[in-house]
């Protein structure tokens, strides 16, 4: 069975730093691998979308990698800001598709 | 706007009493799917359905069940919930054609059984 771990649980940063979160996944048969993030007591907004054949996804501030032989992906984010303090979740989808495995999160703080 | 919308937001119920809470997609997606989030455990996959009238067991599909009559809704419902069954719900859909099955989720169900 499919096991995804987030490391760090917890991180906190002083305002305009850059920072990493990781991802690994137990079985390196994936469809794709998405990142989320939640807000408090709220739902997920999906971030970015790495299809298993990618390498890295960028959107703004946001840098998605993917090595799917060794089961890890990396969340980059630049310059990092307050309102970037969220849980970041990623997940994997089965390679058939119809399977989603999520991580625990990464409880990220940006300080003023 | 493309949207899930799941109803109720929050729902306090009492051991037993049967419940529904719906989940409706406008994406014209063929995926769809129940989590419940429980603190230290993440997300965890109730049930899924891949089109209408196909549907299949998550990883704790115990206590719930569903029903995909119509592509754009899948409610879950407690046949007789038991306070275990506390926990955030989340519904998602997503499209599993052209090899991209992007996730989009619901704004959430906060359920206290009591």
């Known amino acids: 069975k499919q096991e995804v771990t987030q490391i760090p649980a917890a991180l906190s940063v002083p305002e305009g730093e850059n920072l990493v979160l990781n991802c690994s996944f137990t079985?390196?048969?994936?469809?794709?691998l998405q990142w989320f993030r939640q807000d408090p007591g709220k739902g997920l907004t999906s971030l970015l979308l790495i299809q298993s054949s990618q390498r890295e996804q960028t959107s703004g501030r946001l840098n998605a990698s993917l090595d799917k032989s060794s089961g890890r992906s990396t969340l980059y984010i630049a310059a990092s800001q307050p309102g970037d303090s969220a849980t970041y979740l990623c997940a994997v989808t089965s390679d058939t598709g119809n399977q989603f495995y999520f991580g625990t999160g990464t409880s990220l703080t940006v300080i003023p | 706007e493309a949207q899930v919308t799941q109803n109720p937001r929050y729902l306090i119920t009492v051991t037993g009493k049967k419940l529904t809470v719906t989940c409706s997609q406008n994406?014209?997606?063929?995926?769809m799917s129940w989590y419940r989030q429980d603190p230290g455990l993440g997300l965890r996959q109730i049930y899924y359905s891949m089109n209408v009238e196909v549907t299949d067991k998550g990883d704790v599909p115990e206590g719930y069940k569903v029903s995909r009559k119509e592509k754009r809704n899948f409610p879950l419902i407690l046949e007789s919930p038991s306070p275990n069954q506390t926990s955030l719900y989340f519904c998602a859909s997503s499209s599993v054609q052209g090899g991209v099955t992007e996730a989009f989720f619901g704004q959430g169900t906060r359920l206290t059984v009591v």
């Open positions: 079985d390196s048969a994936i469809y794709n």
């Open positions: 994406m014209n997606h063929e995926y």
